[in-house]
């Protein structure tokens, strides 16, 4: 069964700093991979998508994440963060073996900025 | 266009009462999902329909959930017999196919409160 393992529960990081959020997952193939965002009192929003190809994968917002098939993870990337990507931050994961494959998602991230 | 529509966006019910969540999926959306988002976890995969195939139930915790799926658009979660810890919010989201591949489009989903 898949799953997806978010190892760090809150980060905090200056604004301007670089970023780096970690998604591990578990899965006998290489399966889709996303990254989503939830900001404060907004619904969830699909930043990037690895389904094949280049392994790493531009999306909105300046976020960009690599896949790494040797380290089954697919870490979210930023080089300046803003006030505004304070959010929770979650990885998800699908099988691109299946017509009926649900998505799972991690435990998310949050992500404080300091001033 | 319309979004995924949740209903109601906010539920108060007394412990051992029954409750019926809505989600209106955006129109032509064959894949409809069901998550639990408590305080501080991530989202907890409930079920997933996906056309006419039989729903993936897997994620339900326990036999008080059930969800059904009328006519192959809107969605009701029913919770019976309400304990405390079923307080959460609960997310429907829906995407045009039913592969691993395909973005979810979340609603802003019901947040539950059990008194």
């Known amino acids: 069964a898949q799953s997806v393992t978010q190892p760090d529960i809150h980060i905090t990081v200056s604004e301007g700093a670089s970023l780096e959020l970690r998604c591990n997952y578990s899965y006998g193939a290489t399966p889709y991979l996303f990254w989503y965002v939830q900001s404060p009192g907004q619904g969830l929003q699909l930043l990037l998508k690895y389904f094949s190809g280049d392994t790493l994968v531009q999306g909105i917002k300046g976020f960009e994440a690599e896949f790494k098939r040797s380290q089954s993870s697919f870490n979210l990337r930023k080089p300046s963060v803003h006030w505004s990507d304070a959010a929770e931050y979650f990885c998800a994961v699908g099988s691109p073996y299946s017509s009926a494959s649900k998505i799972i998602f991690g435990s998310g991230t949050r992500l404080s900025i300091r001033p | 266009g319309a979004g995924v529509s949740q209903s109601p966006s906010n539920k108060v019910t007394e412990k051992g009462k029954d409750v019926e969540l809505r989600c209106d999926p955006i129109s032509g959306h064959t894949a409809l999902y069901w998550y639990r988002q408590s305080l501080g976890q991530g989202l907890e995969f409930l079920i997933y329909?996906?056309?006419?195939?039989?729903?993936?139930k897997s994620g339900l915790p326990s036999d008080r959930f059930s969800a059904e799926r009328t006519g192959g658009s809107v969605s009701t979660l029913t919770i019976q017999r309400t304990q405390q810890e079923d307080s959460a919010v609960y997310l429907c989201a829906s995407s045009p196919a039913g592969t691993g591949g395909s973005p979810l489009h979340f609603g802003n989903g019901t947040r539950l409160t059990v008194t």
């Open positions: 329909f996906q056309g006419n195939s039989a729903p993936d």
